[in-house]
């Protein structure tokens, strides 16, 4: 393998861990705040893109607008959901918000299916992300600079809201103990809203630039990413948020890699996330990054 | 916050001269009764905590005192009777809203944010009283920095005044037993309260702890011009520092008065020893 390959594939490695980080964060968050694993995370992920797809082929609103509009839109979804899934749920069993999840996700793959129709529809891809760039001898274009660029922006910027200021103080604490935090005058159910929205948010951005990536969008596109990135906070340490990044970031470095080193082996692309989750529930079951296990009190 | 109610801040928030009329108490209990299925925790209660007081609440265990901690700071929803904070029926309203009225507690079994730093323990009581939000946050960069500033070194003033200075960016967790526990006084302070409840502070303290512990409370209580109730099993420390008691056993009042007519009351005397469960059968 020459070393222009080797950087073209590293770009793809890169771009790909992004997409996977940006959607384990909402894995991570969530579960972070109400150990719930939001099996609806990949379905959110998906319809972020069909949203972004009808704002600029049935509105025609400029892409700008459009993308902006979809990731509200898709924070919103989130909040939604987890008013009228989870929080009912609150007090009972785990299992039970658990089921929920997973039939929330059900129910939007299938929904996506019977309102966006199962072809897959062409993602509007605007010209300024594809503009050729020649680096080092590895032509690439633009769009492979925002991926990771923008990526690393929402991360400080999340990690200026979680660690810097009264909400995400309040998540951190709520993230401990539900009844103190409310005792000191926080309204848990808001953190949980904004927990949502901001995972919501954030998986709405990697769902916007996979279209720009990948240019064709489906209703079951949820399912992999959304298996994947799952396997990416588990991977990392769930509940830990530069763990879900680093997980992402391992995880699609380590397809693409794959995929480049052992082509013979590029059929099992999809298996190797999940080789890896076998690995490290064996190995470190908390993930790399994971405090050891406590429990909430 | 938005929903934080004015006429709480006028008659509760410390440091307000606008003292309310001397017989409105602090703290009230009106007929608190508490049933868990066929159990009835607490039955009848009746409080009236006067505004300044330090003020007791003992009973063996099982009595009903945390139960009504749990009530009065709104972790528990009561069957029936009112809780009422300067007058204000505050019965039932959702533990946040009760904290931003001005109640503030700590609990038996310490329960800090272990996960966080002793500075950021005591940040999450003080954003209560902070008005700025997220999207001022993200957007207002200067004006939030400021008061974030000014937060910290509010918190740091707090911490310094509870003896704790120096172990401001130790996680909650690593702090000894002791110092715990003064960090969760620390916290509850931080919320500014009126009325602060303070379950078996002493829980867990050896002679020398809880000699300095009853000098805090006495000490906190003047300075922050706050009502305490306390709930404690160590007798010393109820009868060296409350002015009034009430005495619980089995959900029931037994007694109510002055330490010294509390350690005559024959009923409190027979529920300390035991004898009250001949008594009663």
Redesign the interface.
Same mark, same amino acid.
């Given at each position: 393998m020459t070393l222009e390959i080797f950087l073209q594939n590293a770009a793809n490695g890169i771009t790909l861990g992004s997409l996977y980080a940006l959607l384990a964060i909402g894995y991570t968050m969530v579960y972070g705040i109400l150990r719930l694993i939001n099996f609806a995370h990949g379905e959110i992920f998906m319809i972020s893109t069909y949203f972004a797809f009808y704002g600029t082929a049935i509105f025609a609103l400029p892409w700008q607008v459009a993308f902006v509009v979809a990731i509200v839109l898709t924070a919103l979804l989130g909040v939604v959901i987890e008013r009228a899934a989870y929080r009912p749920l609150r007090d009972a069993p785990r299992i039970s918000a658990l089921i929920s999840a997973i039939g929330v996700s059900f129910l939007m793959a299938n929904l996506g299916l019977v309102i966006f129709g199962g072809r897959p529809k062409t993602f509007y891809r605007p010209p300024i992300f594809q503009v050729p760039i020649e680096l080092g001898g590895v032509r690439v274009v633009a769009l492979f600079f925002v991926i990771p660029l923008l990526t690393a922006i929402l991360l400080v910027?999340l990690n200026?809201?979680v660690y @810097?200021? @009264?909400?995400g103080?309040?998540m951190?604490?709520a993230?401990?103990?539900f009844?103190?935090?409310?005792?000191?005058?926080?309204?848990?159910d808001r953190a949980i809203s904004?927990t949502f929205a901001i995972g919501s948010a954030l998986a709405a951005v990697g769902g916007i630039m996979w279209g720009l990536r990948f240019a064709e969008i489906n209703p079951n596109m949820g399912l992999f990413p959304g298996l994947k990135c799952f396997i990416a906070a588990v991977f990392g340490g769930i509940g830990n948020i530069s763990g879900a990044v680093l997980g992402g970031f391992i995880l699609g470095f380590g397809e693409i890699m794959l995929v480049a080193f052992l082509p013979g082996l590029a059929g099992y692309r999809d298996a190797f996330a999940f080789v890896v989750l076998i690995l490290i529930l064996l190995v470190r079951p908390t993930g790399l990054l994971g405090d050891k296990q406590r429990v909430k009190? | 916050?938005l929903d934080t109610n004015d006429a709480f801040d006028a008659n509760g928030a410390p440091g307000t001269d606008s003292a309310p009329s001397a017989d409105l108490p602090a703290l009230a209990c009106e007929s608190v009764t508490m049933r868990f299925g066929g159990l009835t925790a607490v039955d009848g209660f009746n409080l009236r905590v006067p505004k300044g007081a330090l003020y007791g609440l003992i009973g063996p265990n099982g009595a009903g005192k945390t139960t009504v901690f749990n009530i009065v700071?709104?972790?528990l929803r009561p069957s029936a009777g009112a809780v009422k904070l300067f007058g204000v029926d505050v019965t039932g309203l959702?533990?946040?809203r009760?904290?931003?009225s001005g109640i503030?507690?700590t609990?038996q079994n310490i329960?800090?944010?272990? &996960?966080?730093t002793v500075l950021?323990n005591v940040?999450?009581?003080l954003?209560?009283r902070?008005e700025? &939000?997220?999207a001022q946050?993200?957007l207002a960069l200067p004006r939030?920095r400021a008061e974030?500033t000014q937060m910290a070194a509010t918190a740091a003033q707090l911490l310094e005044e509870i003896g704790l200075a120096g172990v401001s960016h130790y996680r909650a967790s690593a702090l000894p037993y002791g110092r715990q526990r003064r960090l969760e006084i620390a916290?509850a302070l931080?919320?500014k309260p009126a009325v602060l409840l303070l379950d078996e502070p002493a829980a867990g303290m050896n002679p020398a702890e809880t000699e300095d512990l009853m000098r805090l409370i006495t000490d906190i209580r003047n300075r922050f011009s706050l009502t305490i109730l306390l709930i404690e099993h160590e007798m010393k420390v109820v009868m060296g520092i409350c002015e009034r008691m009430t005495v619980l056993d089995h959900g029931d009042t037994i007694a109510e008065g002055t330490p010294d007519e509390i350690q005559r009351n024959d009923r409190v005397i027979k529920a300390y020893l035991g004898g009250g469960a001949v008594a009663r059968a």
């Open positions: 910027a200026y809201i @810097k200021t @009264k909400t103080l309040a951190r604490a993230q401990w103990d009844d103190t935090t409310r005792l000191m005058g926080v309204d848990v904004i009190v | 916050m700071s709104g972790v959702s533990p946040d009760i904290a931003r503030a507690r609990f329960r800090l944010f272990r &996960n966080l950021d940040l999450v009581g954003h209560l902070r700025a &939000n997220l946050a993200m939030h974030e916290r931080a919320t």
